[in-house]
């Protein structure tokens, strides 16, 4: 079993809905991260939070907004996807982005856009 | 430009039948090489860390080697359950430069067969 947990597993929305994905962590670990993943492609980061606060962007699109509540919690929110927004969206978490410590991944949502 | 490429795309074997996946880089300055392994619809499962050319790590029927220019997955009498895709993944700095980020090959996806 993953330490790291994405909830909902699945989500269908359409492009006028607004809805959030939640990441739960509880190894202490201070990095945390979203991906996105299309089907037979490689993880692509989006954004990285250190210690609480946004570190890297990755120019990605204002639709998507990342939250950080605390140490052991990220939140996606999303409105006004596009259809080829649709895709697996990863969270990991390490125990700083500046170490050399590896990112363990949560099992993610898939996400789908009517 | 810096650069992870992982071969083959794909590789059928036969159980027992040993074989290694490939995973060159290049890389101004290299922060750790991480194998993962991910099953479908699951997150990347993390196998193993390299540092340093000459670094080692084992775990059951995998082994991981690291040079200079390249990392080997090496799998030994493999099993159906070894069925996969192996990602290669190594942490370098972000456009930006300000931070360090994981970039992913393409991945392995491996097929043993009973």
């Known amino acids: 079993d993953t330490e790291v947990t994405q909830t909902p597993k699945h989500l269908v929305m359409g492009m006028t809905n607004k809805k959030s994905l939640k990441c739960e962590q509880h190894m202490g670990h201070r990095a945390m991260y979203w991906y996105k993943q299309k089907a037979k492609k490689p993880p692509e980061l989006m954004f990285v939070y250190s210690y609480e606060k946004l570190s890297i962007n990755e120019s990605v699109p204002s639709r998507f907004s990342p939250e950080c509540p605390n140490s052991s919690l990220l939140n996606l929110h999303l409105h006004a996807l596009q259809p080829e927004d649709s895709a697996l969206y990863l969270c990991?978490?390490?125990?700083?982005?500046?170490?050399?410590?590896?990112?363990?991944f949560g099992d993610g949502t898939r996400l789908s856009i009517l | 430009e810096d650069q992870v490429t992982q071969s083959p795309e794909a590789l059928r074997l036969q159980e027992g039948e040993s074989s290694s996946l490939n995973c060159s880089y290049t890389?101004?300055?290299?922060?750790?090489l991480f194998w993962y392994r991910q099953d479908p619809g699951k997150g990347p499962e993390f196998l193993f860390t390299l540092y340093s050319a000459g670094e080692e790590k084992e775990k059951e029927r995998l082994k991981a080697t690291l040079t200079k220019k390249e990392s080997f997955l090496h799998i030994t009498a493999p099993k159906p359950e070894d069925s996969a895709t192996y990602l290669c993944a190594v942490r370098m700095r972000n456009s930006g430069g300000s931070n360090y980020k994981l970039t992913f090959g393409k991945g392995t996806l491996l097929t043993v067969n009973p």
């Open positions: 990991a978490s390490s125990q700083d982005q500046a170490g050399n410590q590896p990112q363990h």
């Open positions: 890389v101004s300055g290299l922060r750790g």
